[in-house]
Structures are given as structure tokens and as C-alpha cells.
């Protein structure tokens, strides 16, 4: 096997706040090269994404800028097999970088490999953060979460003669079926079509479960209200917790989304 692994963290919401990147290089299974670096952003860090990766702007002060830093990403992923955890995050990260520089992305071929492991990994295994995929099957000290996903692509597919189809086989995060919100944490973004949020949080608590204003890594569920769905179809926007769910949710987190009309059943 031969790839590139390649991790990258942003300061807030924004794809084009890029703060970091993390490089590992795999060849015949083994690792030949590694490269990390901070990258100076003049956005501001959200405490919420520096809780994620524990970056801050003070880390990044000295560190070179994104348009610094091109000649190497060409040098490590031009024509390369590259592997991210939820690749559609890093492919989006980079083309709105290169994009507003003006400049052209090296090419090469990136896929995800959550999916996969969703996958092939028993549903009894309820975690599947990055951490805890690395703790529970590599057990040993990492250096990074782009060498935890190399060791697990390799502890995976290392025998896979035709490892890549694997996984284009399987490119779809799936999430699981609510069927009770009792001990769930609930969060709503949105003003909702049929209540206000003050009732639909009690109601969240008479089924048993909990609402809360925050999003972070302990909810369950984030409900989407019908305008916010509306104006996500009409141009694409989300609210803050949405993106933050979503981000979450790509980097292995058990975070359902759902529409108001899906909730609705749940609280009855």
C-alpha cells in the first residue's frame, strides 16, 4: 500500500481558516515521511473548533501562511492516492484556499475512510472517533490523527489486494435511526414552524431526554427547522450548529440531524 494521509483543522466554520496540516507518507505499509505544521490565519478561533484540535492563535503566530506553504502540499500530493478521515472537509478546506489565491490545487485522488470504517466495524462498536478507533486497535502511542489514520488504514486493508475499490464501496456516512429521544441531549437551530423553542424544549424533557442551547460533543441530536432546511435548499446557508454538527459528525461523532418533520414524531 502507498498513500498519503492528510489531516487538516480550521479556526472556526469557515473552510478557508485553515490553522494546520498534518502529512503522513505510507509506502509498502511502512512510513517513510512525515510533515506537520501550524498555519498562520488572520481569521479568529472559535472556541468550539480549538476544543476539537487544541490550536489557538497564539500557537500560530510565528507559523507560515497558507500561500507559504503551497510548494509543499504540491510536493506531497501532486499524483498521489491521499486518504483523509472525511475527505469532502479537507477537499473543501483546499479548494477554497487555492481558489482565493488564485492559484491551481495539485492533483491527485482523496477518499474517505469513515465510511468504511462504519462499515466494516461491528455496530457494537459504538465510537467512532479517530481517537477511539486508534485506542481501540492500534494501542499504541500516535503521533498525530493523520498517523492514526494510516495505522488504521493499514491495520484494515493492508491485505486488501485491490484496497482503494474497498473504499469507493463505501463513500456514505449513514446515520442511525432515532426511534426514542429519552436520555438524548436535543438541540434546535432555527425558529420551528409549529412551536415555540421554550415548548418543544419541554417537550424534549417530558420524553425523557435534554435539551441544551450549545452544541458540543455530548449531543445526540440537532434538530433543523423547516426555514433553516429552506434556506439551506435556496442558497446553501446553515446556522452555526448545523456546521458545527456536521463537523462533528464527519470526524466520527454520533450526532443525528434531523428536519422538524422527523422530530415531531419523537415528542408525541
Not at 6 to 33: F, H, R, Y
Not at 159 to 183: C, G, M, P, R, Y
Not at 195 to 223: C, H, I, P, W, Y
Not at 233 to 252: I, T, Y
Request: net charge negative; aromatic share 12%.
Amino acid at each position: 500500500m502507498n498513500f498519503i494521509s492528510m489531516v487538516i483543522k480550521t479556526a472556526n466554520q469557515w473552510p478557508d481558516s485553515i490553522c494546520g496540516i498534518e502529512l503522513i507518507k505510507i509506502e509498502e505499509n511502512k512510513e517513510t515521511d512525515s510533515f506537520s505544521t501550524f498555519i498562520h490565519t488572520s481569521q479568529s478561533f472559535d472556541p468550539f473548533y480549538t476544543s476539537v484540535h487544541g490550536i489557538e492563535a497564539n500557537d500560530v503566530a510565528n507559523s507560515p501562511t497558507f500561500e507559504q506553504m503551497i510548494p509543499v502540499l504540491e510536493q506531497w500530493l501532486q499524483n498521489e492516492t491521499v486518504l483523509s478521515f472525511h475527505h469532502e472537509f479537507e477537499a473543501q478546506c483546499l479548494n477554497e484556499c487555492f481558489e482565493q489565491l488564485g492559484k491551481l490545487k495539485p492533483i491527485f485522488t482523496h477518499y474517505s475512510v469513515l465510511p468504511y470504517f462504519k462499515n466494516k466495524i461491528d455496530e457494537s462498536y459504538f465510537s467512532y472517533t479517530l481517537h477511539d478507533l486508534t485506542n481501540h486497535f492500534i494501542q499504541e502511542d500516535v503521533y498525530n490523527d493523520a498517523e492514526k489514520i494510516a495505522k488504521l488504514v493499514v491495520h484494515f486493508l493492508q491485505n486488501e489486494a485491490h484496497w482503494t475499490a474497498k473504499l469507493v464501496e463505501n463513500t456514505v456516512i449513514t446515520q442511525k435511526e432515532i426511534q426514542s429521544i429519552f436520555q438524548k441531549t436535543v438541540v434546535f437551530t432555527g425558529g420551528l414552524s409549529g412551536m415555540r423553542r421554550a415548548e418543544a424544549a419541554k417537550l424534549v424533557m417530558q420524553a425523557g431526554g435534554a435539551f441544551s442551547n450549545t452544541m458540543s460533543k455530548k449531543v445526540d441530536l440537532l434538530v433543523v427547522s423547516n426555514s433553516s432546511f429552506e434556506k439551506f435548499n435556496n442558497n446553501g446557508a446553515q446556522s452555526s450548529k448545523w456546521v458545527k454538527a456536521a463537523s462533528l459528525q464527519n470526524a466520527g461523532h454520533e450526532i443525528t440531524i434531523l428536519t422538524e418533520d422527523e422530530f415531531l414524531p419523537l415528542i408525541k
